[in-house]
């Protein structure tokens, strides 16, 4: 039997999935390596069965290693086909899947700077799965692809236009994850696919996106994946005066901001305390309380934001480990855009249902697949 192989690194969990090949891919497994870098564990959910194993991995590279050793039982009588990866940034050049060939993997890499923390973990795993499957097509599915074609003033900042040309745009990210809501609205719910949407992607890393008619027309995530909401460890939206002034007046070295914005921010920053949104919920610190408080008011924020983008908003869909999972900040976000037509059945919300919304905008809940997606696209790539 053929079969396709899905990788998806993010900034602190490596999923997998394992799907026969076939026009809608057959799920055989699926799975992901979590806490990357602290106390990692490897979940591997096979059929009915679910378990967790503690893993040693410091590393995207490590989290690989285990995956692959631990797909070993299930692939001895498999032939892998393609291997889709998830790749943050495509740049202006990707859009539409690619074979990853050794010119392609170059021009990727000078992306990095501007993903710092994905670009590096995705085409690691890009180089180990060559060296692990040979024989099998390596197909890259790009976050920044389902944003292409926003309007050039979403696109640009009000720089002068030569840096436009260089590349230098707002891309918005998340698109394998806002590419499989979009699909299953337009399967379930064809007159609400017609409409405007917000889709809140919300996990370690955030993001949301205005949809119209299935088209990205604005995005909270611009030029790299640090702009826009609060993150686990990512700042989100902050004046680039600040900055300048870290670099000019505080004498901070730019590798030193780096670390600042990327790693020491965001939710860990403001708490002091984690970036894990469950430890903030289950916390009776007052610094717990006000990161929660920063990350609703933004979310709140951007919602109002991206209604005005739209013209109206007809749904907001949850989608992400945060947007799926915590009840509470889905509850959060919700109180106080009544003006919206937001109003949250608070039994429904608890319960995790699909819909939970009592007013006259549609609140949801989604699960997102992105694996599926790469799937979808190996298996056109290699029936093509």
């Not at 008619?213 to 994946?225: C, D, E, I, L």
Request: one cysteine or more; hydrophobic letters at 40%.
């Amino acid at each position: 039997m053929t079969a396709i192989l899905t990788l998806n690194a993010g900034s602190s969990s490596l999923k997998f999935g394992l799907y026969r090949d076939a026009d809608e891919p057959e799920l055989l497994l699926h799975g992901q390596v979590d806490g990357i870098g602290n106390t990692a564990q490897l979940v591997l959910c096979h059929r009915s069965k679910k378990t967790k194993t503690p893993v040693l991995a410091v590393t995207q590279s490590a989290a690989l290693e285990a995956v692959i050793h631990a797909l070993q039982p299930y692939i001895r009588d498999l032939t892998i086909r393609g291997v889709g990866h998830r790749i943050v940034h495509g740049g202006a050049d990707f859009a539409e899947p690619v074979t990853l060939s050794d010119k392609v993997l170059d021009a990727l890499e000078r992306l990095s700077p501007l993903a710092p923390l994905h670009q590096p973990p995705n085409l690691a795993g890009v180089h180990a799965a060559r060296k692990t499957f040979p024989n099998a097509f390596q197909i890259g599915c790009f976050d920044t692809a389902f944003h292409r074609d926003h309007p050039w003033v979403n696109d640009t900042f009000a720089l002068p236009r030569e840096y436009y040309e260089d590349g230098v745009r707002r891309y918005g990210f998340h698109g394998l994850s806002y590419d499989y809501i979009t699909g299953v609205v337009a399967r379930d719910y064809p007159e609400l696919h017609a409409g405007r949407i917000i889709v809140a992607h919300l996990g370690n890393g955030a993001s949301m996106c205005a949809i119209r008619q299935g088209q990205s027309v604005g995005s909270t995530m611009g030029f790299s994946a640090l702009d826009g909401l609060p993150m686990g460890t990512r700042c989100g939206q902050i004046d680039p005066g600040v900055v300048l002034h870290l670099i000019e007046q505080k004498g901070m070295a730019p590798h030193d901001v780096f670390k600042l914005l990327y790693e020491q921010s965001g939710l860990l920053g403001l708490s002091g305390l984690t970036s894990d949104m469950r430890t903030l919920l289950g916390s009776d610190k007052a610094e717990a309380r006000q990161a929660i408080d920063y990350y609703v008011f933004r979310a709140r924020r951007e919602i109002g934001a991206l209604s005005a983008v739209l013209g109206g908003i007809d749904a907001v869909i949850f989608c992400g480990g945060i947007g799926e999972n915590a009840a509470p900040i889905r509850q959060q976000i919700c109180d106080g855009l009544e003006y919206l037509g937001i109003t949250v059945d608070a039994e429904a919300n608890t319960q995790k249902k699909r819909e939970i919304s009592t007013g006259e905008t549609r609140v949801m809940i989604i699960p997102t697949d992105e694996e599926r997606v790469m799937a979808r696209a190996v298996h056109r790539a290699l029936a093509a």
